[in-house]
């Protein structure tokens, strides 16, 4: 079965950072490409990032030179850093591999 446990969300002032990560299990981590997904209040969801089973990365034009997404197969997880956040950043954030979403993790970026 396959499960994705994403943690790190939470709240933080204009310009902070965060980590998140996901926990995956029940699939070959290493063999496929793992995603980041947002859904802001009231909009649809935002693919942000991805990480290819090469090693590649990929950003959306919203969040690149501010996020940075890693890998670690050995631990089958995979983390979001997040900086210089803004208010726009607010959403859940979702981890996605192969049509499989965890749970979503809240973060909040306000004054």
């Known amino acids: 079965e396959v499960q994705l446990v994403e943690s790190g969300g939470g709240m933080v002032q204009p310009g902070g950072s965060l980590r998140l990560s996901c926990a995956a299990s029940?699939?070959?981590?290493?063999?496929?490409?793992m995603n980041w997904v947002r859904q802001a209040p009231g909009k649809g969801p935002e693919w942000v990032s991805a990480?290819?089973?090469?090693?590649?990365?990929y950003y959306a034009d919203s969040v690149k030179g501010r996020f940075t997404i890693s890998g670690d197969n050995a631990k089958n997880t995979v983390f979001l850093q997040m900086n210089s956040l803004k208010p726009e950043d607010t959403a859940v954030y979702y981890c996605?591999?192969?049509?499989?979403w965890g749970q979503g993790t809240q973060v909040t970026v306000s004054k």
């Open positions: 029940g699939f070959t981590f290493s063999s496929y490409d």
């Open positions: 996605f591999v192969s049509g499989y």
């Open positions: 990480i290819g089973d090469d090693g590649r990365t």
